[in-house]
């Protein structure tokens, strides 16, 4: 299985606080994306990453914001969440960025906000 | 919006039979990856399918992709119940960067004992 750790995998929070999850991998891959899981919506992007320092915007990325200081570590905040931020979030790695190879997932990170 | 479509959205069938999975793209397309869900998991990747290609096996999986109809099949034969879960494509397409894939809603499938 591929290094990759989701941090926490589970939260419940309220309206208006910030939250930041946390993908961690140990595979050294360039590219890192954060997409959220929804019933009906399938896998939104929210952001991706494709080197330190270098990120994009996905199709959902309002209210949302990430870093990437490190190869290892890329971080996604909801600045102030909200309901609609209710949803299960997954990290995924690539070394080619989906061009010739895959991606590799986390477990997620359930969240709930009320 | 997701820019495409599985379906059916939800398939049920016996064990041994067949299972047929669509997936279908309104952009054109470098190449589509279909990958597997198991409840409450990550996903995983099952095959790569490239834009000059027209049919690739991976054990009982085949997937066919055809370019002018802008779908692509996914075919588990001889399935188990352990192959119950959802199945997605996803697609790299054309008009954005070169470094992201794009997901449907997916197909659950269920393959009943």
């Known amino acids: 299985d591929a290094g990759i750790t989701q941090s926490p995998r589970h939260k419940v929070t309220e309206t208006g606080t910030p939250v930041t999850l946390r993908c961690h991998q140990t595979e050294n891959h360039r590219y890192m994306y954060w997409y959220r899981q929804d019933p009906g919506h399938g896998l939104r992007l929210i952001h991706y990453s494709y080197g330190v320092k270098d990120t994009d915007k996905g199709e959902v990325s309002d209210g949302y914001s990430v870093s990437r200081s490190k190869t290892e570590d890329f971080l996604l905040t909801l600045e102030s969440a909200t309901s609609s931020q209710t949803s299960v979030y997954f990290c995924?790695?690539?070394?080619?960025?989906?061009?010739?190879?895959?991606?590799?997932f986390g477990e997620g990170s359930r969240l709930t906000v009320l | 919006s997701q820019q495409g479509e599985e379906d059916p959205q939800a398939l049920s069938i016996q064990e041994g039979e067949n299972a047929t999975m669509n997936c279908s793209y309104k952009?054109?397309?470098?190449?589509l990856q279909w990958y597997r869900q198991n409840s409450g998991r990550g996903l995983v990747h099952l095959i790569l399918i490239r834009s000059n290609e027209r049919e690739k096996h991976s054990g009982r999986l085949r997937v066919t992709l055809d370019t002018s109809k802008k779908s692509s099949s996914l075919l588990i034969t001889a399935s188990r119940a352990a192959d119950t879960a959802s199945y997605f494509c996803g697609r790299e397409e054309e008009e954005t960067s070169g470094s992201r894939l794009t997901f449907g809603e997916g197909t659950q499938l269920t393959v009943n004992p």
């Open positions: 952009t054109s397309i470098n190449n």
């Open positions: 995924a790695i690539s070394e080619t960025g989906g061009v010739l190879g895959e991606l590799f």
